[in-house]
Every structure is written in structure tokens, then in C-alpha cells.
């Protein structure tokens, strides 16, 4: 847990009182010089947004009317899939693969490795292991596996993803929590 200059952990607002996580707290300080120039990027359009609304169950016409133009919905897709620099599965009960999608914005020849801290209770898997950009390949799609390491009805665990080239280091947060049966409170 984070905590303040006295030692002591920093505690959520409201009640009841609770030891701060990073819903309470957030992603921390920015950095304007280092976030001018990130090294990779969490690139996103309106028809990644379109897919995400078939992927919950939007049809093609309702999209259109948000989008200004035709937009079908060929398959439904993942709902984790929207290409955002954060991984949250709030009902982690199998194994779940997520995708997600860097396009590289610092010096053209770039190689970047992953470092995983997993969330508790969790095993995560990333492929591939390594990035490697060029003049040629400016984005590169890599898949995150999450496997429950224990059958337990938890609550939410906080990990991250981070990949580093030696001089950028491009941090997600990865949310999960782990279900093993829906309870009464979940059921809508």
C-alpha cells in the first residue's frame, strides 16, 4: 500500500473508512516532459469505439447514428478488447485473453520488453515478450492472458504491465478480480 511521509497508509475519502487502492488514488503524477514524449502510444479511433459498442450489444444502426456513417458490426468482439492503457476484468473466472495494440511515437528503430507485476491471486502471460519497431512496423499488437492461480471469491487486485526500450518506460494498470460464482449482488 502507498504511504504518506509519516509512514502511515494513506486512507480513501468517504466512508466507510478504507485503506486508499488505486481507484482511490489514480495513475500518480504526470511528468510534461516525459509524457511529450512517451515512446509508445495506446492509439484508438472511432472504429475501435464501434467495434467496442457491438462487442456490448449496440446494434449497427444505433452505432451509425453515433458515428455519422455506416458502421456494421461483423462479429462481437470482446468487450476488454477497446485498445485502452489500462487492462480491468471485474469477473475473472477463466482464463481471459485480452489484446491490445502500441504504435510506437520515439526513434523509429525501437525494441521494447515487458515486465509484469501480476495482480494477486492471478498469473499473466504477455505475447509476444519483446517489441521491435522499425521503418516498416510502427504498431505491434500483443496479447495478455490472465489465469485465476486460486479459487477464491475476491475482491480487486492491482498489477501492471510496463514496457521499457532503456530510455521509455510505458506503464498500464491491470484490474482484476476473482469470481468464482456470480453473487445475488451482481445478478441485474
Same mark, same amino acid.
Given at each position: 500500500s502507498v504511504t504518506t511521509i509519516y509512514g502511515e497508509p494513506?486512507? @480513501?475519502?468517504?466512508?466507510?473508512? !478504507?485503506? @486508499? /487502492?488505486?481507484? /482511490?488514488?489514480?495513475?500518480?503524477h504526470i511528468d510534461? +516532459?516525459? @509524457? @511529450?514524449?512517451?515512446g509508445l502510444v495506446y492509439d484508438m479511433g472511432v472504429t475501435d469505439y464501434a467495434e467496442f459498442?457491438?462487442?456490448?450489444g449496440y446494434s449497427s444502426p444505433v452505432i451509425s447514428r453515433f458515428t455519422g456513417k455506416a458502421m456494421p458490426c461483423r462479429e462481437r468482439g470482446s468487450v476488454f478488447d477497446l485498445n485502452l492503457p489500462s487492462i480491468t476484468i471485474? +469477473?475473472? !473466472? !477463466?482464463?481471459t485473453t485480452v489484446v491490445r495494440t502500441v504504435? +510506437?511515437?520515439?526513434?523509429?528503430?525501437?525494441?521494447?520488453?515487458?515486465?509484469?507485476e501480476a495482480p494477486y491471486g492471478v498469473r499473466v502471460s504477455v505475447e509476444p515478450q519483446t517489441l521491435n519497431f522499425n521503418e516498416k512496423v510502427k504498431s505491434l499488437t500483443f496479447r495478455v492472458t490472465f489465469s485465476p492461480a486460486h479459487e477464491i471469491q475476491g475482491d480487486f487486485s492491482f498489477g501492471s504491465l510496463t514496457w521499457m526500450d532503456g530510455k521509455h518506460v510505458v506503464r498500464i494498470p491491470l484490474i482484476t478480480r476473482l469470481v468464482i460464482q456470480d453473487s445475488y449482488a451482481d445478478i441485474s
Open positions: 494513506i486512507t @480513501a475519502e468517504g466512508g466507510p473508512q !478504507k485503506i @486508499a /487502492d488505486p481507484f /482511490d488514488f489514480g495513475g500518480g510534461p +516532459n516525459r @509524457a @511529450a514524449r512517451p459498442l457491438c462487442s456490448v471485474s +469477473n475473472l !473466472k !477463466k482464463t504504435t +510506437n511515437v520515439g526513434p523509429v528503430r525501437s525494441t521494447y520488453t515487458v515486465m509484469v
